[in-house]
């Protein structure tokens, strides 16, 4: 969500009965100040930074939410052995990102006070064993003591539902508010989005670190990279530097990185935060209702 | 399901109340006829071949179906207009396998019965646009009138409860009987999946036609094929023949191809088909009543 969630988008969430994530991976520390201080401002609700290991700042990043008493961190993208201890001495709820059960397990060892499961159809950075949400969340459930948190392919209220089915105890979800009014992303981003189609987002640069992007100008030039076998080095040449903020922040559609999910190809307006969560609580205890009513189908 | 699924598995699942699937991919001819005959002796409930229009002898295979009378069709892995017309005619209902909205619509376009959506995490052949079962079935549930079967990642009543919330109709379940004792697979296949973990099968071989696959030694001779910029000539040369019946036929582990979904991590053992049927339908109903009981969240 670098790019697209600030204290606008997180207070609006949070505002609205979910849980808003501010995300500091494109954040310079005093931005991330600014950001927690105006989220705190805007809303009386719980709400969370998510500190993505693999950026610059962590460090900083860190003692800017323990100094501000953010009340939960979600951590991604690194070992979370690394920060919870701190995080949890000074107080903070810990959550951890994984796309395996190894990771899971391995953050449980690190005391997080619950465990983010995201399939590979979650956009941005993802995991190396392409394990789908659907196939993921119940080997994570089957295998954690903690709270499972369901991500990668939900942005609605059937899938909510289905996540609960599988055994998650809640649900993330970016890119349906990457969609909304309230993110921080580009309009023309936001409408790209909205327009896509499925097959529009694929998995890429999965030697460096995999991630999710939307096909375009940029995104072929990578996969010619690697269709000539260019090198590492090559590689990050291609990649070159801003592309997300070029893509997401800027709104440059051919020569930026669009980082969004698989789902992407089912939102199909950008509305206020605050109407996607009450669409999506209708639409799950809907759904929920009709499961109850089928009976025993045996 | 080839070199899985013959008159023994299909006659099994369609006797504990689902509905057997004989795959015809891997069979000549006669061998198909041979199956079809003792599944009709071996059950008196409905059953189903299906036919993948990549293989040869689809011809043959279409005319053995009509001249069994055999009641139910499942086309996949081709155009769905060839055959549909010719099928329904004889009186046989028609279910095309898709992988996208766009084969869905144009399988309903066809006049089949009904429609499976297959997602990413699905053994064997796959779709080129890598949408998983979470993010497919809604996509395609809201594009079509037919009813929709899921597929991919269903191997317990979780996720069939899952499927269901995301508005299919019913659900396709294929590794998991892959590793029932009915199952034509080598035993050292079945327990080859029964001890995988996740990340243990990856989808490779996408210029050619996408296909899951579990590690071993003939996938990583595909992966260093693909790392040093092999043409498709020199591709076809590394797969050479016969691997998939080598493979889990035959149970060659190293050298063969071994097809199954992600959700083989999931599977802990090999059973009887109806104990899987029986199973299955027990955690969908005790998941069904737990959904139901959960109150508004809201």
Not at 59 to 88: M, Q
């Amino acid at each position: 969500m670098i790019w697209n969630s600030g204290w606008r988008l997180a207070s609006a969430v949070s505002n609205a009965g979910g849980l808003g994530i501010i995300g500091s991976g494109s954040m310079y520390p005093n931005v991330l100040l600014e950001h927690v201080r105006k989220c705190k401002a805007a809303t009386n609700k719980p709400f969370a930074v998510n500190i993505p290991m693999l950026y610059p700042a962590v460090e900083e990043h860190v003692a800017t939410v323990i100094a501000e008493r953010v009340p939960i961190v979600f951590t991604s993208a690194g070992n979370p052995a690394t920060w919870t201890a701190k995080l949890k001495d000074a107080g903070i709820t810990v959550v951890h990102v994984t796309a395996s059960v190894k990771f899971a397990l391995k953050a449980e060892k690190a005391g997080v006070d619950a465990v983010v499961a995201e399939g590979f159809e979650a956009g941005g950075h993802n995991g190396r064993e392409e394990t789908t949400t659907l196939v993921l969340v119940p080997l994570v459930r089957d295998a954690v003591q903690v709270p499972v948190i369901a991500a990668g392919g939900i942005a609605d209220g059937r899938a909510m539902l289905a996540a609960m089915a599988l055994g998650a105890d809640g649900v993330q979800m970016g890119s349906r508010f990457a969609c909304s009014v309230e993110s921080s992303a580009h309009p023309a981003f936001k409408q790209h989005v909205v327009e896509s189609r499925e097959g529009d987002t694929l998995l890429t640069l999965k030697e460096l670190a995999p991630v999710r992007l939307m096909r375009n100008k940029f995104f072929d030039e990578v996969q010619a990279a690697y269709a000539r076998c260019a090198t590492p080095e090559e590689l990050k040449q291609v990649l070159g530097r801003a592309r997300a903020k070029r893509g997401m922040f800027e709104g440059d559609l051919e020569e930026g990185e669009l980082e969004i999910g698989q789902v992407a190809a089912g939102i199909r307006e950008v509305l206020p935060a605050a109407v996607i969560v009450e669409q999506v609580m209708k639409e799950f205890e809907g759904e929920q209702r009709r499961i109850a009513a089928m009976g025993t189908a045996w």
